[in-house]
Protein backbone atom coordinates (compact mmCIF):
# COMPACT_ATOMS: atom_id res chain seq x y z
CA UNK A 1 0.00 0.00 0.00
CA UNK A 2 1.15 3.32 0.04
CA UNK A 3 2.22 5.21 2.67
CA UNK A 4 2.08 9.33 2.94
CA UNK A 5 4.22 11.03 4.98
CA UNK A 6 3.63 14.43 5.84
CA UNK A 7 5.45 17.41 7.60
CA UNK A 8 5.12 18.81 9.80
CA UNK A 9 3.06 17.21 12.38
CA UNK A 10 2.71 21.10 13.64
CA UNK A 11 3.68 24.68 13.03
CA UNK A 12 3.29 28.06 14.73
CA UNK A 13 2.78 30.52 12.45
CA UNK A 14 1.24 34.41 12.58
CA UNK A 15 -0.98 36.41 10.62
CA UNK A 16 0.66 37.04 7.49
CA UNK A 17 3.03 34.38 7.52
CA UNK A 18 3.85 31.85 4.19
CA UNK A 19 3.21 28.33 5.62
CA UNK A 20 4.45 25.66 3.53
CA UNK A 21 2.88 21.86 4.13
CA UNK A 22 4.75 18.63 2.31
CA UNK A 23 3.38 15.06 1.78
CA UNK A 24 6.19 12.65 0.44
CA UNK A 25 4.43 9.40 -0.85
CA UNK A 26 6.06 6.12 -0.94
CA UNK A 27 6.12 5.42 -4.81
CA UNK A 28 4.36 7.57 -7.60
CA UNK A 29 1.22 8.42 -7.85
CA UNK A 30 0.92 10.86 -10.59
CA UNK A 31 -1.20 14.02 -10.00
CA UNK A 32 -3.75 11.89 -7.55
CA UNK A 33 -3.56 14.00 -4.62
CA UNK A 34 -5.88 16.02 -2.68
CA UNK A 35 -5.57 18.94 0.48
CA UNK A 36 -8.36 19.47 2.94
CA UNK A 37 -8.65 21.59 5.52
CA UNK A 38 -10.67 20.21 8.85
CA UNK A 39 -11.18 22.82 11.96
CA UNK A 40 -12.49 21.45 15.53
CA UNK A 41 -15.53 19.59 15.26
CA UNK A 42 -16.59 20.39 11.60
CA UNK A 43 -16.04 17.84 8.76
CA UNK A 44 -12.86 18.33 6.21
CA UNK A 45 -13.32 20.86 3.46
CA UNK A 46 -11.19 20.38 -0.12
CA UNK A 47 -8.65 22.60 -0.72
CA UNK A 48 -6.80 21.41 -4.11
CA UNK A 49 -7.60 18.62 -6.32
CA UNK A 50 -5.35 16.99 -9.11
CA UNK A 51 -2.56 17.91 -7.06
CA UNK A 52 -2.81 22.12 -8.18
CA UNK A 53 -6.38 22.94 -9.09
CA UNK A 54 -8.02 25.23 -6.43
CA UNK A 55 -11.06 24.27 -5.63
CA UNK A 56 -13.98 26.96 -6.36
CA UNK A 57 -15.00 29.41 -3.58
CA UNK A 58 -11.62 28.29 -2.12
CA UNK A 59 -9.28 31.86 -1.61
CA UNK A 60 -6.40 32.14 -3.99
CA UNK A 61 -4.12 32.23 -1.39
CA UNK A 62 -4.14 28.78 -1.26
CA UNK A 63 -2.09 26.49 -4.03
CA UNK A 64 -1.10 22.88 -4.42
CA UNK A 65 2.28 22.06 -6.16
CA UNK A 66 3.67 19.11 -7.07
CA UNK A 67 3.53 15.25 -8.85
CA UNK A 68 5.07 11.79 -8.74
CA UNK A 69 5.95 11.49 -4.93
CA UNK A 70 6.38 14.80 -3.35
CA UNK A 71 3.41 17.50 -2.85
CA UNK A 72 3.28 20.34 -1.40
CA UNK A 73 0.42 22.97 0.04
CA UNK A 74 1.02 26.89 0.37
CA UNK A 75 -0.85 29.51 2.13
CA UNK A 76 1.06 32.56 0.75
CA UNK A 77 -0.57 34.96 3.63
CA UNK A 78 -1.98 33.49 6.56
CA UNK A 79 -5.03 34.91 7.65
CA UNK A 80 -7.09 34.17 10.99
CA UNK A 81 -9.43 32.07 9.72
CA UNK A 82 -6.97 29.40 7.96
CA UNK A 83 -6.16 28.18 11.54
CA UNK A 84 -6.74 24.15 11.31
CA UNK A 85 -5.44 20.87 10.89
CA UNK A 86 -4.61 20.27 6.94
CA UNK A 87 -4.75 16.77 5.61
CA UNK A 88 -3.32 15.17 2.22
CA UNK A 89 -5.20 12.38 0.75
CA UNK A 90 -3.86 10.14 -2.35
CA UNK A 91 -6.20 7.94 -4.50
CA UNK A 92 -4.11 5.97 -6.96
CA UNK A 93 -4.72 2.53 -7.55
CA UNK A 94 -7.16 0.59 -5.19
CA UNK A 95 -6.15 2.35 -1.35
CA UNK A 96 -6.38 5.70 -0.52
CA UNK A 97 -4.37 6.92 2.52
CA UNK A 98 -4.71 10.12 4.29
CA UNK A 99 -1.13 11.92 5.51
CA UNK A 100 -0.94 12.25 9.44
CA UNK A 101 -2.50 16.15 9.36
CA UNK A 102 -0.79 19.41 10.05
CA UNK A 103 -2.16 21.29 12.37
CA UNK A 104 -1.40 25.21 11.91
CA UNK A 105 -1.71 26.97 15.60
CA UNK A 106 -0.96 30.43 16.49
CA UNK B 1 -27.16 22.18 -3.10
CA UNK B 2 -25.24 19.21 -2.63
CA UNK B 3 -26.10 17.91 0.73
CA UNK B 4 -24.84 14.48 2.85
CA UNK B 5 -26.88 13.69 6.18
CA UNK B 6 -25.83 10.59 7.88
CA UNK B 7 -27.21 8.83 10.32
CA UNK B 8 -27.22 5.67 12.87
CA UNK B 9 -24.63 6.49 14.94
CA UNK B 10 -25.03 6.02 18.75
CA UNK B 11 -23.54 3.99 21.80
CA UNK B 12 -22.82 0.14 20.99
CA UNK B 13 -21.01 -2.69 23.11
CA UNK B 14 -18.12 -4.62 21.71
CA UNK B 15 -19.15 -7.33 19.54
CA UNK B 16 -22.62 -5.96 18.94
CA UNK B 17 -23.46 -4.41 15.34
CA UNK B 18 -25.02 -1.01 13.72
CA UNK B 19 -26.10 0.50 10.33
CA UNK B 20 -24.84 3.87 9.08
CA UNK B 21 -27.19 5.39 6.69
CA UNK B 22 -26.52 8.55 4.29
CA UNK B 23 -29.14 10.57 2.61
CA UNK B 24 -27.83 12.76 -0.61
CA UNK B 25 -29.64 15.20 -1.98
CA UNK B 26 -28.85 17.91 -4.87
CA UNK B 27 -26.75 15.96 -7.37
CA UNK B 28 -27.47 12.64 -9.48
CA UNK B 29 -26.36 10.18 -6.94
CA UNK B 30 -26.10 7.02 -9.16
CA UNK B 31 -23.54 8.66 -11.22
CA UNK B 32 -21.16 9.26 -8.32
CA UNK B 33 -18.70 6.65 -6.15
CA UNK B 34 -19.46 7.33 -2.72
CA UNK B 35 -16.85 6.63 0.47
CA UNK B 36 -17.07 6.31 4.40
CA UNK B 37 -14.38 8.01 6.12
CA UNK B 38 -14.24 8.02 9.86
CA UNK B 39 -11.93 9.69 12.82
CA UNK B 40 -11.36 8.45 16.07
CA UNK B 41 -11.11 11.19 18.88
CA UNK B 42 -8.38 13.09 18.61
CA UNK B 43 -7.04 11.14 15.50
CA UNK B 44 -6.57 11.24 11.09
CA UNK B 45 -8.84 10.14 8.74
CA UNK B 46 -8.82 6.64 8.03
CA UNK B 47 -10.66 5.85 4.77
CA UNK B 48 -13.34 3.13 5.58
CA UNK B 49 -14.74 2.00 1.91
CA UNK B 50 -16.00 3.03 -1.07
CA UNK B 51 -18.33 2.01 -3.46
CA UNK B 52 -19.19 2.81 -7.50
CA UNK B 53 -22.39 4.45 -8.63
CA UNK B 54 -23.74 1.49 -10.04
CA UNK B 55 -22.36 -0.60 -6.35
CA UNK B 56 -20.11 -3.21 -8.84
CA UNK B 57 -16.57 -1.57 -7.34
CA UNK B 58 -16.67 -2.14 -3.32
CA UNK B 59 -13.52 -1.67 -1.45
CA UNK B 60 -12.61 -1.61 2.48
CA UNK B 61 -9.50 -1.08 4.67
CA UNK B 62 -8.26 -3.78 6.37
CA UNK B 63 -9.15 -2.94 9.63
CA UNK B 64 -12.92 -3.22 8.39
CA UNK B 65 -12.24 -5.66 5.98
CA UNK B 66 -15.06 -8.75 7.10
CA UNK B 67 -16.59 -6.82 9.64
CA UNK B 68 -18.41 -3.86 7.41
CA UNK B 69 -20.31 -3.60 4.54
CA UNK B 70 -21.13 -0.52 2.37
CA UNK B 71 -24.34 -0.85 0.08
CA UNK B 72 -26.29 1.97 -1.81
CA UNK B 73 -29.89 2.03 -2.94
CA UNK B 74 -30.12 4.56 -6.31
CA UNK B 75 -33.50 5.56 -6.27
CA UNK B 76 -33.84 6.29 -2.33
CA UNK B 77 -30.51 8.01 -2.93
CA UNK B 78 -28.98 6.67 0.26
CA UNK B 79 -26.01 5.09 1.22
CA UNK B 80 -24.90 2.29 3.96
CA UNK B 81 -22.92 0.74 6.28
CA UNK B 82 -23.66 -2.04 7.96
CA UNK B 83 -20.99 -2.68 11.17
CA UNK B 84 -20.42 -6.10 12.71
CA UNK B 85 -18.62 -7.82 15.39
CA UNK B 86 -17.55 -3.61 16.51
CA UNK B 87 -14.39 -3.36 18.52
CA UNK B 88 -13.57 -0.44 20.62
CA UNK B 89 -11.01 0.71 18.20
CA UNK B 90 -13.79 1.20 15.39
CA UNK B 91 -15.10 4.09 17.67
CA UNK B 92 -15.42 7.32 15.59
CA UNK B 93 -17.09 10.16 13.77
CA UNK B 94 -18.02 8.67 10.62
CA UNK B 95 -18.61 10.54 7.31
CA UNK B 96 -20.25 9.88 4.36
CA UNK B 97 -18.30 11.90 1.51
CA UNK B 98 -18.89 12.00 -2.31
CA UNK B 99 -16.36 10.19 -4.86
CA UNK B 100 -14.27 7.22 -3.98
CA UNK B 101 -11.36 8.93 -4.44
CA UNK B 102 -11.11 12.89 -5.06
CA UNK B 103 -13.95 13.41 -2.58
CA UNK B 104 -15.45 16.82 -2.88
CA UNK B 105 -18.26 16.90 -0.43
CA UNK B 106 -18.55 15.58 3.44
CA UNK B 107 -21.37 14.77 5.49
CA UNK B 108 -21.51 16.50 8.71
CA UNK B 109 -20.47 12.94 10.40
CA UNK B 110 -22.38 10.76 12.74
CA UNK B 111 -20.86 9.49 16.23
CA UNK B 112 -20.08 5.39 16.75
CA UNK B 113 -19.11 4.80 20.41
CA UNK B 114 -17.91 1.34 20.91
CA UNK B 115 -18.09 1.08 24.79
CA UNK B 116 -19.22 -1.49 27.68
Known amino acids: DIQMTQSPSSLSASVGDRVTITCRAS??????LGWYQQKPGKAPKRLIY???SLQSGVPSRFSGSGSGTEFTLTISSLQPEDFATYYC?????????FGQGTKVEI | QVQLVESGGGLVKPGGSLRLSCAAS????????MSWIRQAPGRGLEWVSY????????YYADSVKGRFTISRDNPKNSLYLQMNSLRAEDTAVYYC?????????WGKGTTVTVSS
Open chain 1, 50 to 52: AAS
Open chain 1, 89 to 97: LQHNGYVRT
Open chain 2, 51 to 58: ISGSGGTI
Open chain 1, 27 to 32: QGIGND
Open chain 2, 26 to 33: GFRFSDYY
Open chain 2, 97 to 105: ARGGGAVDV
